[in-house]
């Protein structure tokens, strides 16, 4: 018996694993974006309609350039080290959810992958841009949700990860009017009715694509200011102030948007905010140590040397 162990042991080394099962170590290239922030809603006479901040945004693909490939500005991350064999699990942060007032509207939920031999990458949801329903506050979260004139500033966003939502000014020209949420790539202004944070363009899966804006600030009808735009990147739009009642837009699916803020001054219960988009996690990893193993269905292309596997829900892939 002992010497067969040996053998067994020595037959795994041979084929590069470990005593453990799990082979030599090599890096993978990473995005993972979570849920975005929903928009504020409205109950009473005044607005309080804020745009949803979007998820957070961590990769390590990219140089840093600008905004940085990560969100907040941030630099890119290192490539995950893992090891030939091991389980990665990724879970994909939904939006927060929209609603009707007096029901309260949500943050956007977190997104990760989690592996045996490497810290836990999370990116956090997205603020939900500041209500009133009676008044719930813009929350921080990866990029921060956007608030309601002078009754508070903005939600911050997360260092590395995305901005903060802008707070809109009080005034005759701006009264009872909605900043923007903030978004990976940049703060939403301090603005009336104002337009989301930007997003950040990665060319992870091959090809330039921009995701994680902030929603757009809800608009007002007396006096008439329209909705802001959403950000570059999956933001929705602010609702309009006319046609009364008209919801905010949802933030992009599986782009970490943040959803646009709800309009003010309609009949009551008033329009509500969009609901935050859900987010995203892409894997790029070298094609001669792709295993073809995963669950959760992902979409798998290829560029160049690499394979690219992007996963839009929960799921796992054998290193």
Do not use: W
């Amino acid at each position: 018996m002992p010497l067969n162990s040996t053998r067994g042991a020595a037959s795994a080394k041979a084929f590069g694993f470990t005593a453990g099962g799990l082979g030599a170590p090599y890096d993978i290239d990473f995005l993972v974006i979570a849920g975005g922030g929903s928009g504020g809603n409205y109950l009473s006479y005044q607005a309080g309609c804020g745009g949803g901040g979007a998820g957070g945004y961590r990769t390590s693909f990219g140089t840093s350039s600008g905004a940085g490939p990560s969100g907040g500005g941030g630099p890119a991350e290192s490539k995950i080290s893992v090891r030939k064999g091991e389980t990665l699990t990724v879970t994909v942060g939904g939006g927060g959810s929209g609603a009707v007032a007096p029901a309260t509207v949500s943050s956007g939920i977190n997104s990760s992958i989690s592996g045996l031999t490497f810290a836990t990458k999370t990116s956090v949801g997205g603020g939900r841009g500041m209500s009133n329903t009676p008044a719930n506050g813009p929350d921080s979260g990866g990029s921060g949700g956007g608030s309601f004139d002078y009754h508070a500033p903005g939600g911050s966003g997360t260092a590395n990860q995305g901005f903060a939502g802008g707070t809109a000014p009080y005034g005759s020209a701006g009264g009872y009017s909605n900043a923007g949420g903030g978004g990976a790539g940049g703060a939403a202004p301090n603005s009336a009715a104002g337009p989301g944070g930007t997003g950040v363009a990665s060319s992870i899966t091959g090809s330039s694509i921009t995701r994680a804006g902030g929603g757009g600030g809800g608009g007002h009808n007396n006096p008439y200011i329209t909705g802001g735009s959403g950000g570059s990147g999956g933001g929705g739009d602010g609702a309009p102030g006319l046609p009364l009642n008209t919801p905010g837009q949802a933030g992009g699916v599986n782009f970490g948007g943040g959803g646009g803020g709800g309009s003010g001054r309609g009949p009551s219960p008033g329009a509500q905010g969009g609901s935050g988009g859900s987010g995203i996690i892409v894997i790029r990893i070298p094609t001669s140590s792709y295993s073809g193993v995963t669950t959760g269905s992902p979409t798998v292309t290829t560029s160049g040397a690499d394979t690219i596997i992007s996963f839009t829900g929960t799921g796992t892939l054998k290193a």
